[in-house]
C-alpha cells in the first residue's frame, strides 16, 4: 500500500487499499503453490543426492564415469530445458505425458538432486584418510565409523552449500510457469498486465526476499547450533 501511494500519491488509502487487496491476495495464494514447489523439491532431491554421491565415488570405474557423465549433462543444461524435456519428451516418445506440477516436481528433482550429490561429494571426501583408519584400529564398522564419526562432520560442512543451494531453489520455483503453472511470479506477471502495473512484480521480489529470509535465518540457527563440533 506504501509503495502504491508514494507512486499515486493523490489515490485515496481507501482506494490504494482495494488496489493493493486486488494484487496481494491472489499472490499469497500463488506462494502456496511456490512453497508447494520448494518442499517437495527437497523432500525427493535430498535423499536422491546420496546414491548419485555414491555412484560417483564408486570405485568401479565404469559405473563412476556413467554417473559423472549423467552430474555432469544436468547440471551443464538449462533447468528450464529440462523442464521442456520431462514434461514433452514422454509424449512424443512414449505417447505419455506427466501432469504438469508432476513433470515440474521430477526435473526440480533431479536437478537439485544432481548438485546435492557434488556437495555430499566434496564433503565426504573433505574429511582426512587418518579418521577412517583411527576408526578401523579402534574396532568400528564401517556403518560405524560412517554415522558416529563421519557423518557428524560432514553435515557441518556442507550447510553453508546446502543453504546457497536451497535458497537458489526459492527463486528457481519460478521457472515452473514456463509449464503453464500458475506460482508466484506468473501469477505477478498476470497481475501485472492485467492492471498496467509493475507493483506486482516488485512484490513478488518482496514475497521470494521474505522466503529466502527464513531459509537463510534457518540455516544460521543450524550452524550455530553445530558451532560445539569444531
Known amino acids: 500500500m506504501f509503495l502504491f501511494i508514494c507512486v499515486y500519491p493523490r489515490v485515496s488509502a481507501s ?3 482495494c488496489y493493493m487487496t ?21 523432500i525427493f532431491s535430498v535423499p536422491l543426492g546420496f546414491p548419485l554421491a555414491a555412484g560417483r565415488m564408486a570405485r568401479f570405474k565404469p559405473l563412476s564415469y556413467l554417473f559423472n557423465a549423467f552430474l555432469l549433462i544436468i547440471r551443464g543444461t538449462p533447468l528450464i530445458l529440462q523442464l521442456i524435456a520431462v514434461y514433452f519428451f514422454p509424449a512424443y ?13 521430477i526435473a526440480l528433482s533431479v536437478n537439485y538432486a544432481c548438485y546435492f ?9 573433505s574429511i582426512p584418510k587418518g579418521q577412517y583408519e583411527a576408526a ?13 564419526i563421519l557423518l557428524p562432520q560432514v553435515v557441518k560442512r556442507i550447510i553453508p552449500a546446502m543453504g546457497n543451494e536451497m535458497i537458489t531453489l ?3 520455483t519460478a521457472l515452473v510457469s514456463v509449464l503453464g503453472i500458475a506460482e508466484l511470479f506468473r501469477t505477478a506477471q498476470t497481475t501485472s498486465s492485467r492492471l498496467f502495473s ?22 544460521i540457527l543450524l550452524e550455530k547450533k553445530l558451532d560445539y563440533y569444531k
Do not use: C, H
Open 93 to 105: 516418445l512414449f505417447k505419455f505425458s506427466f501432469d504438469r506440477f508432476v513433470a515440474a516436481i
Open 198 to 219: 509493475t507493483t506486482p512484480i516488485l512484490i513478488a521480489g518482496l514475497f521470494y526476499f521474505v522466503m529466502n529470509w527464513v531459509v537463510s535465518s534457518g540455516f
Open 117 to 125: 550429490a557434488e556437495i555430499y561429494r566434496g564433503g565426504i571426501q
Open 15 to 17: 482506494e490504494s487499499f
Open 22 to 42: 486486488k494484487i496481494i491476495l491472489p499472490m499469497l495464494s500463488a506462494s502456496v503453490v511456490s512453497v508447494e514447489v520448494f518442499f517437495l523439491t527437497l
Open 170 to 172: 526459492v527463486k528457481d
Open 136 to 148: 578401523k584400529v579402534l574396532g568400528y564398522t564401517k556403518m560405524q565409523t560412517f554415522f558416529r
